[in-house]
């Protein structure tokens, strides 16, 4: 177990490394379904709530390479996304 910090709210997980990965970290189905996590994708970003407290991030972007991923907060409009 890895504790990972997401804002204020810090999850306990199993991950595995790869060095190969296109992009910092991918979430996969059991983590959101660990984690509640809801994806809105017209938004671009996800949100996670645990103990009460709640994190909304965007997907992160990187090398053209679009994947979902911890990124900057989502606002409650989609102006902010990410290129």
Do not use: W
């Not at 997401?6 to 060095?19: C, K």
């Not at 660990?34 to 994806?39: G, T």
């Not at 407290?53 to 390479?65: E, L, M, P, T």
């Amino acid at each position: 177990m890895m504790p990972i910090p997401i804002d204020d709210i810090v999850v306990d997980h199993i991950f595995l490394i790869s060095p190969q990965l296109l992009t910092q970290a991918l979430l996969g189905v059991d983590f959101c379904r660990m984690n509640n996590i809801i994806i809105n994708f017209p938004e671009e970003c996800f949100t996670m709530e645990r103990d009460g407290k709640v994190s909304r991030n965007h997907f992160a972007y990187d090398n053209n390479i679009r994947s979902i991923g911890i990124g900057d907060f989502c606002s409650a409009d989609s102006s902010a996304k990410q290129t």
